[in-house]
């Protein structure tokens, strides 16, 4: 019988608050940014080789990423490489895996996954979400993973608690979903031990997230289910296509968890981040003696420099004097010098960039 | 008849205080410090193209140079360029050179120059030169450019005047060279009129000059004068070597012109910058509305930076926020992030990264 656990990784995002190591050409996902020797994205792939066959492993990417992903994953077959041709959010990319899977196997669960978060104790990580696909396999039920937060963070989307499970008590319902709060707010959500942190991590079976989908999104679901057919032939690229153009732009929590009622939450018991901000890129990595962290080359010498995050080219000297609280990233092509604590500004500065100096460049 | 004015252009120097724009492999005099199309070296060479036949001008500099200044100034013939075997200041250097003009022509009268020096006026430069060599073709003496101080600049040795000319007013008997004075001092110096800088700019007949080092620094030029029928042959080349590494190291200044006797200053009537420091660059350098200098790139973009001297490689991008009074300065191989105030410990860095890295690297 066929494994009928599938993951859908999500590889699509530009990660433009990584500018400039990532770029549009580069983005986040496909860089080393922990300096651990593998992209975020195999990471996450390897993460999942240990739950499924590498065959039930889909990446969800842009047209543009198709090649870099199979770089990166050589053993990754081009059929399980799906392509959007443009970017409408998750909602849609869900849509469009989770119809391709269906198309594959009858009965699949699934776990959809971003692919650029740093996630520390593969073991629990693996055992939670073998424990989620056991819970979704059985119930008309949603799925997501819950974090347990350590700070009040105004960067994340928070999950409130409802009452835990009849049948499996380390499974809550939820009662809302909050989109990233303010920092009053946040501080409140930790401190009532009521709410986690949404991982974006999801779990249903295909079946589920159809019926949510053509629920709560029915504007979307049609769309794709008009060509139920062509999913896993030669029609399907000039199908979707197509359809991507005629999509909303929409997320997978706004369009479908934030309404639907049947939603739980488990709580992980591994340790996450999601590499949203070069903050947390230094949160979670190594430290000299001085507070910086020190990536790419191994030849950059500090004098009087503290709590930066300094990043240049393999092999290229630098040297940093007097420097506090700063971000200084050169990427060969391009240099940033910024305080951390103005890092929200940056997605700006891609955006001036992009008008500036064209598309490519950020 | 042959023109008998000749110019030492004495381009051997490292930068170092310019890392890491200025390299051993690429000192300061090779590189267009000011973003004005050509190198140091190639707008002294011009300089002195209008005052001499080309044939007259001579090129010092180090074995590893030679091409670097066949390449930058490609109608100089190579027997022009003149090149030691180890550095060991200028006395060995106008030793060497002025017994090659000797082998050349009988009278000559020479101007020996730096050749990373930034001059303003180049008009009233001519000018002066030419008054210069007008002077010590008739007369035995030493004559040295001196430059009105602006500033109690401590970085600048000086000259104290003594009276005027009998024959020229326009000429001072110098009084005394002064090295690097402490601030107070530097400060009394330019308050009391009677100092000038002292430029590094030199002119004599070839004769007197040989003179002046046979009594000061006999020890130099006995051995260069041992192989005054080997200049302008074949067995040149060897004889420097051997010559090169049995001598002093020793320069001009303290060899000779702090100890002669007959030394004139002629006040300068164009501005002057030794561009000794990045500061100096700075100030020579035309400065955006907020006060930065910015080279190499056009896209380079600042918010809340000021008082900075920027320089990247041509077309990186740069964002550099939040800086004041700072050197950023990105060669492609190396990047230098450091505090205006702080230059002068540059050259220690420098020597920290030969210790490092190795000699190629700075």
Redesign the interface.
């Known amino acids: 019988m066929k494994n009928s656990n599938y993951c859908i990784i999500m590889a699509g995002g530009i990660g433009s608050r990584f500018w ?1 190591v990532s770029t549009s050409n580069t983005p986040k996902q496909f860089i080393d940014m922990l300096g651990l020797g593998k992209s975020l994205l195999q990471l996450t792939y390897d993460r999942f080789k240990k739950i499924m066959p590498p065959d039930n492993i889909l990446i969800v990417t842009s047209d543009k990423y198709k090649n870099l992903v199979l770089d990166q994953l050589p053993e990754v077959k081009p059929e399980n490489v799906l392509t959007e041709p443009i970017r409408r959010n998750t909602a849609p990319c869900i849509s469009y895996a989770n119809f391709v899977i269906q198309s594959r196997t009858k009965n699949a669960n699934v776990v959809v996954t971003p692919s650029d978060h740093l996630i520390i104790d593969e073991e629990a990580f693996v055992s939670n979400i073998k424990t989620g696909l056991g819970f979704v396999s059985a119930r008309d039920v949603l799925l997501t993973i819950g974090i347990k937060p350590t700070r009040p963070d105004t960067g994340y989307g928070y999950i409130q608690l409802n009452e835990k499970s009849d049948v499996d008590e380390r499974f809550n319902k939820v009662k809302t979903f909050t989109e990233k709060p303010n920092a009053e707010l946040a501080k409140f959500f930790v401190e009532s031990e009521e709410f986690l942190w949404n991982s974006g991590i999801f779990l249903w079976s295909a079946e589920n997230i159809q019926e949510a989908l053509s629920t709560h999104l029915p504007e979307v679901y049609n769309l794709f289910a008009e060509g139920r057919n062509k999913f896993g032939t030669k029609e399907e690229r000039d199908f979707i296509n197509k359809v991507y153009s005629e999509s909303k732009n929409i997320s997978i929590d706004y369009g479908v968890m934030e309404k639907a009622k049947n939603v739980y939450t488990l709580c992980a018991d591994f340790s996450w981040s999601d590499l949203g901000t070069w903050k947390s890129l230094y949160e979670n990595s190594k430290k000299t003696t001085t507070k910086n962290v020190i990536t790419g080359s191994e ?1 950059v ?1 500090v004098n009087n420099t503290h709590d930066c995050l300094i990043h ?1 080219p393999p092999d ?8 506090e609280n700063y971000i ?1 990233v ?1 990427s060969g ?7 951390f604590e ?1 890092e929200q ?1 940056i997605k700006e ?1 891609v955006n ?2 992009k008008r ?2 064209g598309e490519d ?1 950020a």
């Open positions: 400039p030849n010498i240049v290229k000297i630098a040297i940093v004097n007097d420097m200084i050169d092509d391009a240099l940033l010098i910024h305080r103005k500004e500065i001036d960039i500036e100096f460049k």
